[in-house]
């Protein structure tokens, strides 16, 4: 087997990955700063700074005009993804906490995409099952309370269009999905990754992106499920 991990990453080298990436705007800098500036025992919840621009890419790479994000945190994902969509296109985002997403519905008004932002206080998985049922959706960023990722899963699938995606964060759990006799969150995203491999309904890869990254497209036609 061919070894891809050769390349370490260090913290010059991070420097230069975001060097040669689309660099922040001014607000999403400021949104990012504030996050860690009010909430620093919690500001590794936000999506690291090089996802910013890679879900961004991944709007306009799909045509997504309507996205659905399960956690939102202060919102700098939400406004990443708000800024690719066409000026018609539409977000929900999900999320339970009133002061975390203030901050990120301050930095949308500042940006001109708060019109395109649909914020949803309440559990992710009864915003998802209040949805139609049909497929609608073009794209979804899971990032949120990891035990109930297979239910969100459950939920999104179904209603995802043919050829749509499912990005989910933080798949290898700071290398925990390794431990066989991981509790918690660990365990939780342990049997997502299991249950999102063995789906058929879908096609997958996980990539060693920040703290792991799967991609999950749907596939076209009618396939039974896993």
């Not at 939400?78 to 997403?101: K, R």
């Not at 969150?185 to 890869?205: K, P």
């Not at 497209?217 to 009618?222: A, E, N, P, S, T």
Request: charged share 25%; glycine share 8%; hydrophobic share 40%.
């Amino acid at each position: 087997m061919t070894k891809g991990n050769s390349t370490k990453i260090t913290d010059e080298l991070y420097r230069y990955v975001l060097d040669h990436n689309p660099p922040l705007d001014p607000i999403q800098q400021g949104l990012v700063a504030t996050t860690y500036e009010r909430f620093p025992d919690v500001a590794g919840m936000q999506s690291a700074e090089e996802q910013g621009p890679l879900l961004a890419f991944l709007v306009r790479l799909t045509g997504a005009r309507h996205i659905v994000e399960i956690g939102t945190f202060t919102g700098f994902s939400t406004l990443s993804m708000a800024q690719a969509l066409p000026a018609d296109g539409t977000l929900i985002a999900c999320d339970v906490s009133q002061e975390w997403t203030s901050y990120g519905r301050e930095a949308w008004q500042k940006a001109g995409v708060a019109d395109r932002i649909d914020l949803r206080i309440a559990p992710a998985l009864d915003t998802l099952r209040a949805m139609p049922q049909e497929p609608h959706i073009d794209m979804a960023y899971v990032d949120a309370d990891k035990e109930s990722q297979i239910a969100y899963w459950e939920e999104l699938v179904p209603r995802l269009r043919p050829g749509g995606l499912i990005v989910t964060d933080n798949t290898l759990y700071h290398g925990t999905v390794l431990d066989e006799s991981a509790t918690g969150s660990a365990a939780g995203v342990r049997a997502y990754n299991e249950h999102v491999a063995a789906d058929s309904r879908m096609e997958s890869v996980l990539l060693a992106i920040s703290d792991g990254i799967t991609l999950s497209r749907k596939r076209q036609g009618d396939v039974d499920p896993a």
